[in-house]
């Protein structure tokens, strides 16, 4: 067994990941991941504004991105950022946002929620419920039609996306149009070192997971969770009427395996509006290669106004 699946050290490792991101951005004056977040896709103007969203576990903050649109009720998407659990890496997603506010027609709210090891499991996944069931009842004063409404989220941001429509279709809403699941982690009860990935070095390690999965849910107990692992197959509820899903898997990535069952799982349940799986891409992809990147958010941003069109 891995040294950091010990919570104190995986705290540890946690904690200086944390501040080794927060000295880089200082050192560039915070234009560092930001600036070069913002250089792709120039074609896709930034309008932003910031808000915060109050929740029981903490303020969150977030930032929204406006459509060129003369809607003056758009749809809106909200978004929740990778990183393990663990790091805030909400402008990594601005191309994203950008390109789904303009592609999609919607405000997107791209959210800086909180992470593990300072706020773990349960916290993270309630507190993104909660910031979903508040953008569907606000949208009259904030400028979004909040019936006309989406989650998403990129690798743990694609897991907290999985835990909101579970929460939602158990606690009777809110209405979910389309939940896109974005190279998720969806089983946690399984350990890392017994994933396989299609090939020798996936850019997601064992031992990253290792310090995310335990700084995140410390109590192995609790990884059988429905809200963090949907995909083990202890899980057997019947998902009868979640929110129709996206789930895009890369065909490289050590998290491939669990997608494809929880695919299946949505499939079964009449879910699945479709499985598009990246060939020649590894965990993160989008990241690094704006070709494949701009291939797979039109095929997101196709899906999001399918799912939220007048009828």
């Given amino acids: 067994m891995s040294l950091l699946t010990r919570p104190a050290l995986a705290t540890f490792v946690a904690k200086a990941m944390q501040r080794v991101t927060v000295m880089a951005d200082r ?7 930001a600036a070069a977040s913002h250089a792709r896709f120039p074609e896709y103007p930034r309008k932003v504004r910031e808000l915060t969203i109050p ?6 903050r977030a930032t929204v991105y406006l459509p060129a649109s003369d809607d003056p009720a758009p749809p809106v998407h909200v978004n929740f950022h990778g ?26 709210i791209n959210v800086d929620y909180a992470v593990a090891p300072q706020h773990p499991f349960p916290a993270p996944p309630r507190q993104a419920y909660e910031i979903v069931r508040w953008v569907a009842e606000h949208g009259a004063e904030e400028g979004w039609d909040g019936e006309r409404l989406t989650v998403g989220g990129q690798s743990a941001g694609g897991g907290l996306a ?15 149009a389309l939940q896109v699941l974005h190279y998720p982690p969806l089983d946690l009860a399984t350990g890392a070192r017994n994933k396989r990935a299609a090939i020798a070095k996936p850019m997601l390690r064992p031992w990253m997971a290792d310090v995310f999965d335990t700084s995140y849910v410390p109590d192995v107990r609790q990884r059988l969770d429905p809200l963090v ?6 899980d057997t509820a019947d998902l009868k ?15 491939r395996a669990e997608g ?38 039109a095929i997101i941003a196709r899906r999001l106004r399918k799912a939220v069109e007048r009828r």
């Avoid at 990183?83 to 919607?106: H, I, K, N, Q, S």
């Avoid at 692992?229 to 202890?234: E, T």
């Avoid at 079964?268 to 958010?297: F, I, M, N, P, S």
């Fill in 55 to 60: 929740t029981s576990i903490a303020p969150a």
């Fill in 83 to 108: 990183g393990g659990y663990v790091m805030t890496l909400t402008e990594l997603d601005d191309p994203l946002c950008r390109f789904l506010a303009a592609e999609a027609g919607a405000v997107v």
């Fill in 260 to 297: 494809l069952r929880y695919a299946e799982r949505l499939r079964e349940a009449d879910a699945l509006v479709e499985h598009h799986d990246v060939r020649g891409a590894d965990h993160g992809y989008d990241g690094q290669d704006d070709e494949k990147a701009r291939e797979v958010y």
């Fill in 229 to 234: 692992s949907p995909a083990h197959p202890s």
């Fill in 162 to 176: 999985a835990a909101v429509a579970r929460q939602a279709l158990e606690e009777g809403g809110p209405s979910i």
């Fill in 27 to 33: 050192r560039s004056g915070g234009r560092g991941s």
């Fill in 241 to 255: 009427g979640i929110a129709p899903a996206l789930l895009i898997t890369a065909e490289y990535d050590l998290l």
